[in-house]
């Protein structure tokens, strides 16, 4: 059973940045590919970025490109998400997750997903 916690959440101004972190306990770091969601208030659960097991992969959501890197450190069993230039609709609860299917790489996908954080709350003002 691996266990996920996020850090990092707050309140930051348009334009500013924030960087998440998410510890994982409980398994081997390296065998999980790992992802990062937003929900926000009354959505759905959408895909934000996604990493291979030795980063030699990842994968971010249109929206993001260009101004959030999703990093990992599997020395630290963690997983980061370095976020620039922030808007108000960054406005979510950010959660981690981590995916250990073999027949998966990297993955896009929450069905995907075997484990979950309880989620860190971003919230960008205008």
């Known amino acids: 059973q691996v266990q996920l916690v996020e850090s990092g959440g707050g309140l930051v101004q348009e334009g500013g940045s924030l960087r998440l972190s998410c510890a994982a306990s409980?398994?081997?770091?390296?065998?999980?590919?790992m992802g990062w969601f937003r929900q926000a208030p009354g959505k759905e659960r959408l895909f934000v970025a996604a990493i291979s097991r030795f980063a030699g992969a990842t994968y971010y959501t249109d929206s993001v490109k260009g101004r959030f890197t999703i990093s990992r450190d599997n020395a630290k069993n963690t997983v980061y998400l370095q976020m620039n230039s922030l808007k108000s609709e960054d406005t979510a609860v950010y959660y981690c997750s981590a995916g250990g299917r073999a027949s998966r790489v990297i993955s896009r996908l929450a069905r995907d997903y075997d484990y979950w954080g309880r989620g860190t709350q971003v919230t960008v003002s205008s």
């Open positions: 409980g398994g081997t770091f390296s065998s999980y590919f």
